[in-house]
Nanobody, 125 residues
């Protein structure tokens, strides 16, 4: 009923840029915080950036000044603009929503901790 679909990953050289997109599909009523996480091979999934419904962003120290998170509330979408990419940014990037309301059988229902399928970002040196 509710899905998060990511796009925009790929292969880029160090110093390059990529833009990730994530859109929530379904009969969405509202979405709270949205965010991006990443998981590199052999490592735990880590927070990259989050943004509240009021467009207040927060970033991991490792990406501050290089990445920008934004969202489009009308289209239930979140974006991650990544500049000055480094090889250590290589990972699978996942979109996350901590809480949303959606219509299920004409009634509002809650969905917590929703995840996208992930998109690969590879930065070559």
């Amino acid at each position: 009923q509710v899905q998060l679909v990511e796009s925009g990953g790929g292969l880029v050289q160090a110093g390059g840029s990529l833009r990730l997109s994530c859109a929530a599909s379904g009969r969405i009523f509202s979405i709270n915080a949205m965010g991006w996480y990443r998981q590199a091979p052999g490592k735990q999934r880590e927070l990259v950036a989050t943004i509240t419904g009021g467009h207040n962003p927060d970033y991991a120290d490792s990406v501050k000044g290089r990445f920008t998170i934004s969202r489009d509330n009308a289209n239930h979408a979140v974006y991650l603009h990544m500049n000055s990419l480094k090889p250590e940014d290589t990972a699978v990037y996942y979109c996350n929503v901590d809480h949303l309301l959606y219509y299920k059988d004409s009634k509002l229902d809650h969905k917590y901790d929703a995840w996208g399928q992930g998109t690969q970002v590879t930065v070559s040196s």
